[in-house]
């Protein structure tokens, strides 16, 4: 071997261990790294907390009563039946603006309420409206709440079927057009109409839908309103003709959302009830929206805390209206109180009769009331205000004329309720101790309503801004 192979042999053994060398000491390095703990720096991203701007308060009211078909050349035309009287008010500041909403294809329409905010902070305002019709062909009182536009709604009641003439009313107070979704839950589901999909509604109107021609058939239904571009006040008018004669005239007002709870108060019986099936006066309607539930379904007489009958357990389908008659009631003012295992909607049906001159209503739930609100009575019988305590310490809540006279101070006892008389065309504040439920009723002679009392909504939410 000569000298300069060995040289070359040595100089690629020197390499080869010197690469040997250096990726075991890569590994180890590699290895070392992953098990050591490294350096870390743990910084809480900056949150910054503010307070937006308070903005303008807006209700929008239902508007007169209505009549369809009066017209015998054109049988779909709507017409006025009755101007709805308003009495309406804020809690603090400037008066409300008053806006008159355009009906479209009828003429004038609701009336809308902007209370701007005083002193830093939006403005409590409150109005309720009520109508009396006097006709062959609808007849009745109806009162019923202006309420904030919402971009989703639910309206419980009324009906597609013969005999019914209902009305679903939306209307746009604000200043961008609103693009609208009418969902009617039915004994097959959830169905979205033709007559339903896509309905524009202008700013600073009202559009009327006939019930009829989104749930034909129907006698339970109950509409999911989804509006985008700009939030809407939805209700419903609903009447009903027996043979050729008017059975009574409500405005159903829009609940906020499905919850597992569901109280419903200040249902108003007038006379006592039978099992008779045609004469039936009290008629729970629920659904379950998303998912099969279970409800309890309790009935309490006002200012009472056990209840009236035993509680039922009612199966729902997911999806598909039921309804239970609550039938041997004497006369009085009720709770009734849905409990389920999934969000529900729920509404009472409540009759004076069946007969000539006789009236009903749909009592909507009433939510949780926790911060000093105001309401408005409108004109009519005389209203009464049911409260309910569902906790287990009695509540002392104050109910105030907003214009100044002597408060109603009450106690309303663990688990139970009282209702109050107060005064017609005016204004109140409700300010309890503790959470409560609400409900104003009116009953007279051939006339009954109901109007739940909602929270103020007027407190400006802090936000945390990630900048």
Known sequence: MSDRRVFRWATTSARLLIGTAVSVGAVIAVVTAVSVPWPTLDR??????????PAASVISCDGPLLAIGRNPTD??????????????GVAEGEPAAEQRLEATGIGPGPL????????????????TGAATAAADDLSGFAASACRPPLLDSWLIGGSGATGAADLVLIANPGTVPATVQLTVYGTAGPQS???????????GTQRVVPLAGLAFGEETPVVRVSAVGAPVHASLQASITRTLTPGGVDQVGPVAQAETTQIITGITV??????????????????????????????TSVGRAEPQREPEQVALEAGKPM???????????YTVTVVA??????AVWQATGVGEGDDFAWFTPAPEVAVPSLFATPGGPTPSLSIVNTSGEPVAVAVTPAEGGTPLDVTVAANSSVAVRLTTRTLYTIDPAAPVRAGLSFAGDGALAGVPVWPADVATREVVVYP
Do not use: C, K, W
């Open 341 to 346: 295992d999934a969000p529900v909607v729920a």
């Open 112 to 127: 809308a309420y902007t209370a701007v905010p005083f002193d830093g902070q939006a403005v409590d305002v409150a109005a």
């Open 270 to 299: 007038e006379r006592p009830s039978t099992t008779d099936v045609a004469e039936e006066v009290t008629v729970l309607r629920m659904l379950a929206p998303a998912a099969a539930a279970t409800a309890r379904v309790t009935v």
């Open 323 to 333: 309804e239970l008659a609550v039938n041997g009631l004497s006369a009085g003012s």
């Open 44 to 53: 809480e991203p900056l949150a910054v907390p503010a307070t937006p701007a």
């Open 75 to 88: 049988a779909d035309a709507l017409s006025v039946a009755a101007p709805q009287s308003v009495i309406a």
């Open 193 to 203: 109409p033709p007559g339903g999909v896509d309905l524009v509604v202008s700013p």
